[in-house]
């Protein structure tokens, strides 16, 4: 089975203030999980681009080529 990190997503204090914030996270099998600390649920964390960034790239990219390409087709004129 596939693992993946998790990290907590509680923000501020916790337990009853006594610790100022909670930043567990560790790897775990893919599933639902919850904070040995704190309770709250594990978020998993992305370990690299998603398909929408990937894809936004490349469109930049092409986007980019495109304008330089016209550039220089309207220079050397």
Same mark, same amino acid.
């Given at each position: 089975m596939a693992q993946f990190l998790y990290r907590c997503t509680t923000? +501020?204090?916790?337990?009853?203030?006594? /610790? @100022? *914030?909670?930043?567990?996270?560790?790897?775990?099998?893919? +599933? *639902?999980?919850?904070? @040995?600390?704190? +309770? %709250?649920e594990l978020l998993r964390v992305s370990?690299?681009? $998603?398909? *929408?960034?990937?894809?936004?790239?490349?469109? %930049?990219?092409?986007? /980019?080529?495109?304008? %330089?390409?016209? $550039?220089?087709? $309207? $220079? /050397?004129?």
């Amino acid at each position: 089975m596939a693992q993946f990190l998790y990290r907590c997503t509680t923000e +501020g204090a916790i337990n009853n203030n006594l /610790k @100022p *914030s909670c930043d567990f996270e560790m790897v775990f099998d893919e +599933g *639902s999980h919850h904070c @040995p600390i704190c +309770g %709250q649920e594990l978020l998993r964390v992305s370990d690299g681009l $998603t398909i *929408s960034e990937v894809l936004r790239l490349g469109q %930049q990219r092409a986007d /980019k080529q495109k304008l %330089q390409d016209q $550039t220089k087709g $309207t $220079t /050397k004129k």
